[in-house]
Nanobody, 127 residues
Framework: QVQLVESGGGLVQAGGSLRLSCVAS????????MGWFRQAPGKERERVSC????????YYPDSVKGRFTTSRDNAKNTVYLQMNSLKPEDTAVYYC????????????????????WGQGTQVAVSS
């Protein structure tokens, strides 16, 4: 059974930083692309980042590009999301997700490409 557990969320002032972690179990982690998504109240879930398994290739949408960085430690079955220069509009519940086997991160990735999800961690950015 796949389990993804996020941590690291919290309350931070605008301009601050947070680092989210997601520990995976029940999968051969090194073979799976990993994504981060977020969902703000009343809004649709939005992709935040994706990191491929084979070569560590990453994808970010324009909304977070240059501010957020994802990385992975396959030895620890962990994916990270470093968030810098946070803005109030970054406030949301952040979810990590494991991609379907063989997924390669690109601008075309979406929720349907991910089969397992964590429970989410709340990030709140005050102005």
């Amino acid at each position: 059974q796949v389990q993804l557990v996020e941590s690291g969320g919290g309350l931070v002032q605008a301009g601050g930083s947070l680092r989210l972690s997601c520990v995976a179990s029940g999968i051969d982690f090194g073979y799976y692309a990993m994504g981060w998504f977020r969902q703000a109240p009343g809004k649709e879930r939005e992709r935040v980042s994706c990191i491929s398994s084979a070569d560590g290739h990453t994808y970010y949408p324009d909304s977070v590009k240059g501010r957020f960085t994802t990385s992975r430690d396959n030895a620890k079955n962990t994916v990270y999301l470093q968030m810098n220069s946070l803005k109030p509009e970054d406030t949301a519940v952040y979810y990590c997700a494991a991609g379907h086997l063989g997924l390669y991160c690109s601008e075309d990735v979406s929720e349907v490409d991910f089969g397992s999800w964590g429970q989410g961690t709340q990030v709140a950015v005050s102005s």
